[in-house]
């Protein structure tokens, strides 16, 4: 230990940070960035070991899983549209939601093989099937569902083999809602404590962003006159993702703090305005052509945004043990140790 | 969400005395595991040599963190056995060593080495068997020290994977790469592993991490190989005060009971078992610690919890929102039909 002199400036020869404080409630405070935000929850003492992470962050990469996150919804919800169009009699629509999932799967399907630390590996995902690991289950999913859309999208080109096209559509209609919500359960899945704790309300959320998106690739590329469904759609599922988004984030206290920061908060924001604004611009004018490619782009864009916010959020609160310890004292203590 | 947690028995949650037999091995050998006794580490970091030499691992950056003797940081990809560093000012308690002997005159003393009983010559160093050394009482810990000057206290822990009875991150794994052994362990097969990364922010102590240049994830094995042939796992082997302790778990468990019963009576009250028990969020750890403080000074955190614990409800949620997803589909047609 150094020699520390005390002078009328405060103390000279301090080393700051090396003493590690006592205890549960020894540490330092933490200023919450964003001014003008109200806080959820009072800034709150806790120890950690010189500040370093409890958890280890996910090793995922930003664009290929929150993007997986985004185009999986994005042809999950399309397929829905698109046997909708098909089955109540409107090409017009259910040809892009087609080739929609179809394209949006087959760019999933590369981001996630993109990913792996061992991307030759990447047929060891259908080695076994466990019910405990959502990637497992997943990876059968698509295993079921990719081939589904693609079939419906190529023999829509194709023109030909209709009776088959409609039935792969139509079963691809059957797997796209689990495809589009079940990627809630792989981000909650984990001990990150800004996707788990929102595990009730995750794919709520995820599966009004879903609709957003599908609709809005619906908006921008079907004639107007067809495209009815895709603006109710549109209004349905923004309406679902922004009240589950609220639901979740005043369940969840502390661990709602990283939407609420940094990069996720601009994202979210952005989210938020994209997807009420273009919903709103889509039932008002969806019926001009221009008006509608405006809201279309608006709804996919605030669909990826909500993702990489959620995802950015998740990371930020697995980089600081503030939200891994101060939630599980809390815990502790109403147990009465 | 706690409904449902006793009927899903003893799959994903709570005590599971039998691991290796719920994991399918018929005639399992008993459980083995680790007790870290941090009050007697010393923090001269032979376990995180023993574990980089035995197991091969790669070096991953010698980097001067400043913030005290800990350059390793935290457990990785490539550190197995971490040791903890905690300056701390907080007093000793029962850990007063006495270390200042201003009262002895080294010289004279090395002059009558070899001279008399009470100072026999080199060589001969340990009391005489059945005899305590003078001035310590024989076979407990000294107590405080009378003028109480301990202003300072260091705390040094060795960290490693615990082995969860619950683990996250086999749970999570999508290629059963990561299996229980039949001693009750959890190891990655890095054969099969193809590094999607899912059991790293599934692990509720941020052990398990992916090897950048490699791709795959590592993690502690708990000396697999060692452990087939009868032998103790390297760190343990190494561990010159025995703080790391391995055996088979139940008795580990009762070594450890005795032990906070000892420190508590020599007057260390801060002295606590940490993953010891059954009943904790993971099914209690397969590597257990006893602390001399909060978990989360040594950077462990303080109620882990198995995240599958909570799966059946989110695959629940996830079904109604996927049904929700359907619902609006139809309705947005259902309206106007043409």
Redesign the interface.
């Known amino acids: 230990m150094s020699e520390s002199g005390v002078t009328g400036d405060g103390v000279r020869g301090v080393r700051p940070g090396r003493q590690a404080p006592t205890g549960a409630g020894g540490g330092r405070r933490r200023h919450r960035r964003g001014r003008g935000e109200q806080p959820m929850v009072p800034d709150a003492a806790f120890s950690s070991y010189y500040g370093k992470p409890v958890l280890k962050k996910p090793t995922w990469k930003p664009l290929d899983i929150a993007g997986y996150l985004y185009l999986g919804g994005l042809a999950g919800a399309s397929s829905l549209l698109a046997a909708g169009g098909q089955v109540t009699g409107r090409p017009g629509l259910a040809a892009p939601a087609k080739l929609g999932a179809a394209g949006a799967i087959s760019l999933s399907l590369a981001a996630l093989v993109h990913d792996l630390g061992r991307p030759a590996r990447f047929l060891n995902m259908l080695r076994v099937f466990k019910p405990t690991s959502p990637m497992s289950v997943g990876s059968w999913l698509l295993a079921g569902y990719a081939p589904l859309t693609l079939t419906a999208a190529a023999t829509e080109v194709a023109g030909r083999y209709r009776l088959l096209g409609s039935a792969a559509t139509v079963a691809s209609a059957v797997l796209g809602p689990a495809v589009a919500t079940y990627t809630a359960v792989l981000l909650s899945d984990t001990a990150v404590p800004s996707w788990h704790e929102g595990h009730r309300e995750l794919p709520f959320v995820f599966a009004g962003s879903a609709a957003t998106a599908a609709s809005g690739l619906a908006l921008a590329a079907a004639p107007p006159a067809q495209a009815g469904p895709a603006r109710r759609l549109a209004v349905l599922g923004a309406a679902l993702e922004l009240g589950a988004f609220r639901v979740m984030k005043r369940r969840m206290g502390l661990t709602a703090e990283p939407f609420e920061q940094g990069r996720p908060h601009l994202l979210l924001r952005a989210a938020e305005a994209l997807t009420a604004g273009g919903a709103a611009l889509a039932l008002c004018c969806g019926r001009d052509r221009r008006l509608a490619l405006a809201a279309g782009a608006a709804l996919l864009t605030g669909s990826a945004a909500l993702r990489f916010g959620v995802f950015h959020a998740g990371v930020a609160s697995a980089e600081d043990p503030k939200y891994t310890v101060v939630p599980q004292r809390e815990r502790l203590e109403r147990r009465g140790r | ?1 706690r409904d449902g947690d006793e009927d899903r028995g003893r799959l ?1 949650y709570g005590p599971q005395p039998d691991v290796a037999g719920d994991s399918g091995y018929p005639d399992a050998p008993p459980r083995m595991g680790f007790f870290t006794d941090t009050s007697v580490c010393i923090g001269c970091k032979a376990c995180e040599v023993a574990c980089k030499e035995w197991n091969a691992i790669p070096e991953d950056g010698l980097v001067w ?1 400043g ?2 003797y ?1 350059n390793t ?2 457990l ?1 990809a490539d550190t197995w056995r971490h040791v ?1 560093f ?5 007093p000793f308690g029962g850990q007063e060593p006495g270390v200042a002997h201003e009262d002895v005159d080294v010289f004279a003393a090395a002059a009558r080495l070899g001279t008399d009983a009470s100072s026999p010559g080199p060589g001969a160093t340990a009391p005489p068997p059945g005899r305590a050394p003078e001035g310590a009482p024989a076979g407990q810990i000294s107590p405080l020290s009378p003028d109480g000057r301990t202003e ?1 206290r260091w ?1 040094m822990s060795s960290d490693v994977c615990k082995h969860c009875t619950h683990a ?1 991150c086999l ?7 990561l299996f229980r052994t039949e001693f009750g362990t959890v190891v990655v097969q890095e054969d ?7 059991c ?11 090897r950048e240049d ?4 590592w993690k502690c094995t708990l000396c697999y190989d060692r452990l087939g042939v009868g032998m103790e796992p390297a760190c343990a082997k190494s561990c010159p005060t025995d703080s790391i302790q391995f055996g088979p778990l139940d008795e580990l468990r009762e070594r450890a009971q005795a032990r906070v019963a000892q420190l508590h009576a020599a007057g260390v009250p801060d002295a606590r078992l940490y993953g010891e028990s059954p009943e904790d969020g993971v099914g209690g750890d397969g590597a257990f610690f006893l602390l001399l ?2 978990p ?9 919890v198995v ?2 614990r ?2 059946p ?3 629940r ?10 619902a ?6 259902a ?4």
């Open positions: 969400m994903w963190t913030m005290s800990d940081q935290g990785g903890a905690i300056e701390q000012r907080k300072l705390l996250a749970d999570v794994c999508p290629t059963g790469a099969i592993c193809n590094g999607c990364g899912y790293v922010p599934a692990c509720p102590y941020g052990v398990i991490d992916q490699d791709g795959r994830v403080d909060e989360e000074v040594y950077g462990l955190p303080p109620d882990p995240t599958t909570d799966l409800a989110m695959w949620h996830a079904a109604l929102a996927a049904g929700s997803l359907l609006l589909a139809l309705g947005s047609f309206r106007r039909p043409r």
